[in-house]
T-cell receptor
C-alpha cells in the first residue's frame, strides 16, 4: 500500500496523558497536513508542512499540541495533557508540488479521551 | 469570514438515478475546489477537482460544475450505485504565498435506495 499511512488507527487514553500519532505520507510528497474531524463535521485544518518546515498553524492548535516533520518525510502530532475535548479523528494528508494539487488522506487516528 | 457549506445535510436517491450534491462557498478569491467522499471510519477519498479557470470537469460517472458568479459548486453522480453511499465534502484550497490548506464544508450524506 503506497498511500498515506497513519498509526495508530485507534487510541484510548486517560485525561491528562500525552499521546503521539505518526503519519507517513506518500513517498516524495513534499506537503503534509494535519486535520481534526469531529462527528458530523468536515475536517478542520490544524497545521501544514512543506518539506520539514512548518508553514502554518491553526488557532485550533493550542500550546498542548505540537507537530514535527524532522526530515521532511514522516510527521508526528503530539497532544500533551489530553482533555476530553480532544477526542476526535486526526487525519493526515499529503500532496506534491507547489500549486494547488490534490491532497490524499490517510485513514486517520481515532482518539478517545476518557 | 470564509466558509464552505453544503445546502442539505442528507440526500436519498434511488439506485440508478443521478445524484446532485450542491455546495456554496464565500471566499471569492478561492481558485481550487475538491470533492471528497468519506465512508464510515475511513479518511476522505479524493473524487474530482476543478480550478477556477474552468466551469466544468468530468470524471468517471462524476461531473463537477463551478459557478463563480454565485460561488456555487456541484457534484453530479451518474447512475448512482449503492457503493456511492457515503458522506460527501466539498473543499476549497486557499493558497496564499507558500501556504496552502483545505477548508471543508460540513458534509452531506448520500443514501442510495436499492
Amino acid at each position: 500500500d503506497t498511500g498515506v499511512s497513519q498509526d495508530p488507527r485507534h487510541k484510548i487514553t486517560k485525561r491528562g496523558q500525552n499521546v503521539t500519532f505518526r503519519c507517513d505520507p506518500i513517498s516524495e510528497h513534499n506537503r503534509l497536513y494535519w486535520y481534526r474531524q469531529t462527528l458530523g463535521q468536515g475536517p478542520e485544518f490544524l497545521t501544514y508542512f512543506q518539506n520539514e518546515a512548518q508553514l502554518e498553524k491553526s488557532r485550533l492548535l493550542s500550546d498542548r499540541f505540537s507537530a514535527e516533520r524532522p526530515k521532511g518525510s514522516f510527521s508526528t502530532l503530539e497532544i500533551q495533557r489530553t482533555e476530553q475535548g480532544d477526542s476526535a479523528m486526526y487525519l493526515c494528508a499529503s500532496s506534491f508540488g507547489q500549486g494547488n494539487t490534490e491532497a490524499f488522506f490517510g485513514q486517520g487516528t481515532r482518539l478517545t479521551v476518557v | 469570514g470564509e466558509s464552505v457549506g453544503l445546502h442539505l445535510p442528507t440526500l436519498s436517491v434511488q439506485e440508478g438515478d443521478n445524484s446532485i450534491i450542491n455546495c456554496a462557498y464565500s471566499n471569492s478569491a478561492s481558485d481550487y475546489f475538491i470533492w471528497y467522499k468519506q465512508e464510515s471510519g475511513k479518511g476522505p477519498q479524493f473524487i474530482i477537482d476543478i480550478r477556477s479557470n474552468m466551469d466544468k470537469r468530468q470524471g468517471q460517472r462524476v461531473t463537477v460544475l463551478l459557478n463563480k458568479t454565485v460561488k456555487h459548486l456541484s457534484l453530479q453522480i451518474a447512475a448512482t450505485q449503492p457503493g456511492d453511499s457515503a458522506v460527501y465534502f466539498c473543499a476549497e484550497n486557499s493558497e496564499t504565498g507558500a501556504n496552502s490548506k483545505l477548508t471543508f464544508g460540513k458534509g452531506i450524506t448520500l443514501s442510495v435506495r436499492p
